[in-house]
């Protein structure tokens, strides 16, 4: 992709918010996954994130970034045959978001390189890490080199991660970890609630982070409304990462009014 030459996968700093949408490839086949893809798109979404489920393996990851690509290769390609149609708008990035070392896929263009750094198993902090490195050198991929900070409540990935969770009054640690993250040179940091979370990250949080790293800041888990979103957006969250919600509807009508009235704020 010519886009991937001119800086950055995730760009921050900008002093406003952008929307990505996480595809979960165990969650719908690849067909339904790049249907949903489009659809995100359309309504403004800046990134397509792939993964997040800690045992889906590289074939399903591999064939659902391929339909995703696929589709938005198409879906450009249609609209370069329209005087008016806007073809850079299909020109998004798909990018891992690896629930380990095993689900990578050389078929998208970036991957998180994450670290999760309140992770209590070696196997989070640098064990995964060093098995999807040699693979990882031998693709295209861009790497995103990421701090992964998983906050209360965590769901799923703050119990198989072994996260000693954040909570929402602990503005000091969140702002050491945001301070190391930088230190290391990580571009990237993403304040985590877990997928499906009841709550979101904490504003308290979000705002901590914001005053202590000029990395770029994701945030997501939980997040369903438009004034979840506002108010992660006004924290001052770069991107607002979400999942569940592409799920939910089988009708892709349906789907695009509920993501059109989350990014409507933004
Ligand atoms: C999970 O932050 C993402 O890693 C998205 O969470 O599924 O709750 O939107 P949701």
Not at 79 to 100: H, K, R, Y
Request: hydrophobic content about 45%; proline content about 5%; some cysteine.
């Amino acid at each position: 992709m010519m886009w991937l030459q001119d800086g950055p996968m995730l760009p921050g700093g900008r002093g406003f918010t952008r929307h990505i949408t996480l595809i979960d490839p165990d969650k719908q086949s690849p067909e339904v996954a790049a249907k949903r893809a489009l659809v995100a798109v359309e309504c403004g979404t800046s990134a397509i994130f792939v993964g997040g489920s800690t045992d889906t393996g590289s074939n399903i990851v591999d064939a659902t970034c391929g339909a995703i690509q696929e589709a938005l290769e198409l879906a450009m390609f249609a609209a370069s045959q329209l005087p008016d149609a806007n073809e850079d708008m299909w020109n998004t990035p798909v990018i891992l978001f690896p629930g380990g070392a095993h689900a990578t896929s050389s078929r998208a263009d970036g991957i998180l390189f994450m670290m999760l750094m309140n992770s209590e198993s070696r196997k989070f902090l640098i064990g995964e890490q060093l098995a999807g490195a040699p693979h990882i050198a031998e693709t295209e991929l861009q790497t995103i080199p990421t701090g992964y900070l998983v906050c209360a409540p965590g769901g799923a990935v703050g119990k198989v991660g072994q996260a000693k969770l954040i909570h929402s009054d602990e503005i000091d640690l969140v702002t050491a970890y945001c301070q190391t993250a930088e230190m290391y040179g990580f571009s990237t940091i993403y304040l985590e609630a877990g997928s499906g979370a009841l709550s979101p990250v904490s504003v308290d949080l979000i705002k901590a982070a914001r005053a202590s790293t000029r990395c770029t800041l994701l945030v997501g888990g939980g997040i369903r409304t438009p004034e979840q979103m506002k108010a992660a957006a006004l924290a001052g969250a770069d991107y607002i990462v979400t999942g569940t919600i592409t799920e939910e509807f089988d009708d892709l009508n349906m789907l695009k009014s509920s993501l059109q009235s989350l990014l409507n704020v933004l």
